[in-house]
Nanobody
Framework: QVQLVESGGGSVQSGGSLRLSCVVS????????MAWFRQVPGKEREGVAF???????TYADSVKGRFTIARDNAKNTLHLQMNSLKPEDTAVYYC????????????????????WGQGTQVTVSS
């Protein structure tokens, strides 16, 4: 069973930075593809950033150049560094993971992931 626990959310002013972390309780997380999503009330969950088992990354256009996803395999932790935050980045952020298989294509769609964290709130004020 894979468990994901996010931390690092909070409130910042526009232009500020936050670093989210997601601790993965799994035997060998390097075989997992992982991603960050976000959701605001009344809207669908949106993919933010994805990292595959080879550390190749993909970002939503809205966060390119501002957010960086990275994994620390030694600490079984996934990070999302968020810089130049904007009020429209306000959302609950979720960590997601799935066991890599060659039969699936992974990216920024929520349905591609089986395991989810509980979410952490990020609020950006103008």
């Amino acid at each position: 069973q894979v468990q994901l626990v996010e931390s690092g959310g909070g409130s910042v002013q526009s232009g500020g930075s936050l670093r989210l972390s997601c601790v993965v309780s799994a035997h060998a997380n390097w075989r997992y593809v992982m991603a960050w999503f976000r959701q605001v009330p009344g809207k669908e969950r949106e993919g933010v950033a994805f990292i595959d088992t080879g550390d190749k990354t993909t970002y939503a256009d809205s966060v390119k150049g501002r957010f960086t996803i990275a994994r620390d395999n030694a600490k079984n932790t996934l990070h999302l560094q968020m810089n130049s935050l904007k009020p429209e980045d306000t959302a609950v952020y979720y960590c997601a993971a799935d066991i890599w298989t060659s039969f699936k294509k992974y990216g920024l769609r929520p349905g591609e992931y089986v395991y989810w964290g509980q979410g952490t709130q990020v609020t950006v004020s103008s």
